[in-house]
Nanobody, 127 residues
Framework: EVQVVESGGGMVQPGGSLRLSCAAS????????MTWVRQAPGKGPEWVAI????????SYADSVKGRFTISRDNAKNTLFLQMNSLKREDTALYYC????????????????????WGPGTQVTVSS
């Protein structure tokens, strides 16, 4: 069974940091580009970042560029999102997903269908 499970969310003050993890199973992890998306209450999903299958290429939404870092450990089938300098507007449910059947340039900004997402992990930035 293909599965991704996000973890590491929580409540943090503005300016704080969190590191999200995404454990993948049921597919050959290092064959796929992986992406993070988020969804704030009452809003549609927002693409956050993507990393290539080998971990060499990355790309970020302008809203998180310079603050978030996406990485992966293919030996452990795990994806990460290091989030620094968090802002209130980063509050959302965060999801990871594999990117299937798209070239790199087509994948930047692409939000996979939600049946590719895990259950999500909540990030709340509040004082």
């Amino acid at each position: 069974e293909v599965q991704v499970v996000e973890s590491g969310g929580g409540m943090v003050q503005p300016g704080g940091s969190l590191r999200l993890s995404c454990a993948a199973s049921g597919f050959i992890f290092d064959n796929f580009d992986m992406t993070w998306v988020r969804q704030a209450p009452g809003k549609g999903p927002e693409w956050v970042a993507i990393i290539s299958s080998g971990g060499i290429r990355t790309s970020y939404a302008d809203s998180v560029k310079g603050r978030f870092t996406i990485s992966r450990d293919n030996a452990k089938n795990t994806l990460f999102l290091q989030m620094n300098s968090l802002k209130r507007e980063d509050t959302a449910l965060y999801y990871c997903a594999r990117v299937f059947g798209r070239r790199w340039r087509e994948s930047i900004g692409y939000v996979p269908p939600n049946d590719y997402w895990g259950p999500g992990t909540q990030v709340t930035v509040s004082s």
